[in-house]
């Protein structure tokens, strides 16, 4: 079972709209969860951290936690065409404080 | 806020040679940093975990003796690929722990390694 799940993709949404972007995680000891942006030949860029279950906005970013079901997701609100990326899920391995482990990542592309 | 830098950003070698990336942290001490390779379309697979001053742990399925990681300070770590093959042709990308926070990870801007 892969420990950290996410919708390949790809997620087409137009321009304005939301995109809904989720990841579901198999360690229940996990405490720590992040959503990195990757542009295409680009490193991962982080935007979004959660540590505790329900919502933290920042900006047109919302992610959304339920440790109980363990999932997280992200939500981009007024999408732009600058979205277009790869989304990855990353979430702390639970008995260590420093490494994560990456989901497969959901490839977002916001139509004009 | 805090810095990766990590070079260099490109490299073509041939094949039978090494090369040598660096990782370093410019504004805070790294306790730990990593090593990913990343092919296209698939997401970063962890290669190896070093700390200063110790032996680097690697991942299942990765050579240590192709993939040397020395980690000489709290500022510096770096991946030397030996003899490599086109098959190592990846881009490479280190991120770095600062000692605090739970999975706070800064990233290099990754090396594209062409081996011909």
């Known amino acids: 079972q892969k420990e950290v799940e996410q919708n390949s993709g790809p997620l087409s949404v137009p321009e304005g709209a939301i995109a809904s972007l989720n990841c579901t995680y198999s360690?229940?000891?996990?405490?720590?969860f992040f959503w990195y942006r990757q542009y295409s030949g680009k490193s991962p860029e982080l935007i979004m951290s959660?540590?505790?279950?329900g919502d933290k906005e920042d900006g047109r970013f919302t992610a959304q936690l339920n440790k109980a079901s363990q999932y997280v997701s992200l939500l981009i609100r007024d999408s732009q065409p600058s979205d277009s990326a790869t989304y990855l899920c990353a979430v702390n391995g639970g008995t260590s404080y420093d490494k994560v482990i990456f989901g497969p990542g959901t490839s977002l592309s916001v139509i004009p | 806020g805090a810095v990766v830098s990590q070079h260099p950003s490109w490299v073509i070698c041939k094949s039978g040679t090494s090369v040598k990336i660096e990782c370093r942290s410019l504004d805070f001490q790294a306790t730990t940093m990593f090593w990913y390779r990343q092919f296209p379309k698939q997401s970063l697979m962890l290669m190896a975990t070093?700390?200063?001053?110790?032996?680097?742990?690697?991942e299942q399925g990765v050579e240590k003796d192709k993939f040397l990681i020395n980690h000489a300070s709290l500022t510096l770590s770096t991946l030397t690929v030996t003899s490599a093959h086109p098959e190592d042709s990846s881009f490479y990308i280190c991120?770095?722990?600062?000692?605090?926070?739970?999975?706070?990870?800064?990233f290099g801007a990754g090396t594209r390694l062409s081996v011909l």
């Open positions: 959660i540590y505790s279950n």
């Open positions: 991120s770095a722990y600062p000692g605090q926070g739970i999975g706070i990870q800064y």
């Open positions: 360690d229940r000891g996990s405490q720590s």
């Open positions: 070093s700390n200063e001053g110790s032996k680097a742990t690697y």
